[in-house]
């Protein structure tokens, strides 16, 4: 054999060594995260089963806890607090059928994290969902619960079920939220489109946080000539998962429908101009100031580009009034498992 083609032979050898490697310890480490909660799920279930059956107080768990420790000197998790954790993680999904098989396939402490923080069920399915789908760490997960991304996804207003593919709609419409919380910028209350750019831009490593991920940035003010004119797209994205231009409109006032309007004719001219064969339609987010979701709503209606219209804020807070817009937990429940299965299915 060439000396060459022996080498990348054997480089390809090694490569493929290394990705078999790790996949065994990734599926190693699920196996190990599986069987812990199912050990946890059992001492939660026989703690709250013998309580029961022999009317038992609370010294039952300080006891167990001092006796398990003894047995398996060394060993992390048996303290009476995390057994009080057990006993309220086993009563909170037992009667569950949704949740009940999905928390064994995340770890203890995104659980606990899910558990503590969240205390409605289908905000507890999202985010354990995108655990799984997505792998987040601890702290990506705490990050995103205190920027209550749940409810900025759920309440977010698009027409993507009607403009985009079956294969990402789904995948599209979870890529795009509410309201975007823009707190690391140091802007005045009163402030120009311009400004809002151009800090968005000075922290693009912070915006493409915000937005979400596998969001790339392809320039701000980005030109497209059509006949001699140009036109300018304020903000440039890619979305390697979608595969797909994201233009952003940003807006410092309330939403307007003349706003829709201009953002189909940016994206025809991204299709038409910019987009590559192999990449699904472009996209458009709106992000305004403010908005009155009826107007919203008509204003999508007959659009045929996939657009989906959002509000900033400089503050980590969603205001309570939005509470009135939310799906009932049946209709939740079946967007966040759609969700699910698209991008499982990818």
């Given amino acids: 054999m060439d000396i060459g083609k022996e080498t990348l032979a054997y480089r390809q050898l090694v490569t493929d060594a290394v990705n078999r490697v790790r996949q065994g310890q990734i599926k190693a480490l699920k196996a190990v995260n599986q069987e812990q909660i199912q050990l946890y799920w059992d001492l939660g279930k026989m703690i709250v ?26 060993m992390m998790g048996m303290s009476a607090a995390n057994l009080w954790r057990m006993r309220a993680f086993y009563l909170a999904y037992y009667q569950n059928i949704i949740l009940a098989p999905l928390v064994r396939e995340i770890g203890w402490s995104h659980n606990f994290i899910i558990f ?3 205390k409605d069920e289908t905000e507890r399915l999202f985010y354990i969902n995108q655990v799984r789908n997505f792998g987040w760490s601890k702290n990506v997960l705490i990050h995103k619960i205190e920027l209550q991304t749940y409810q900025k996804i759920v309440l977010s207003q698009q027409n993507f079920d009607k403009t985009l593919p079956d294969n990402i709609n789904k995948q599209a419409a979870l890529a795009v939220k509410d309201e975007y ?5 140091e802007l005045a209350d009163e402030h120009s ?45 890619y979305h390697r998962g979608i595969q797909s231009l994201i233009a952003i409109d940003l807006k410092i006032d309330e939403f307007k429908p003349e706003y829709a309007g ?16 192999y990449e699904n339609p472009s996209i458009g987010i709106i992000i305004c100031k403010s908005k009155s979701r009826t107007t919203v709503d008509f204003a999508l209606q007959d659009v045929n580009k996939p657009i989906g219209v959002a509000t900033y804020s400089l503050t980590k807070t969603l205001p309570n009034e939005l509470k009135d817009f939310f799906p009932s937990n049946e209709e939740l429940i079946k967007k966040i498992e759609s969700f699910s299965n698209a991008l499982q299915q990818k």
């Fill in 193 to 237: 489109e311009y400004e809002l750019e151009q800090a968005l831009i000075n922290d693009i490593r912070k915006f493409l946080i915000e937005m979400g991920g596998d969001f790339s940035f392809i320039g701000n003010q980005f030109v497209i000539d059509l006949e001699g004119k140009d036109y300018k797209i304020d903000i440039l994205l």
């Fill in 262 to 277: 201009k953002m189909n004719f940016y994206l025809s001219l991204l299709n038409n101009k910019i987009k590559k064969s």
């Fill in 49 to 74: 089963e013998r309580q029961e059956l022999y009317k038992w107080g609370k010294s039952v768990v300080e006891n167990l806890a001092t006796d398990l420790q003894k047995e398996f000197q060394g």
């Fill in 116 to 118: 503590e923080k969240c």
């Fill in 181 to 185: 919380t823009f707190d690391f910028l």
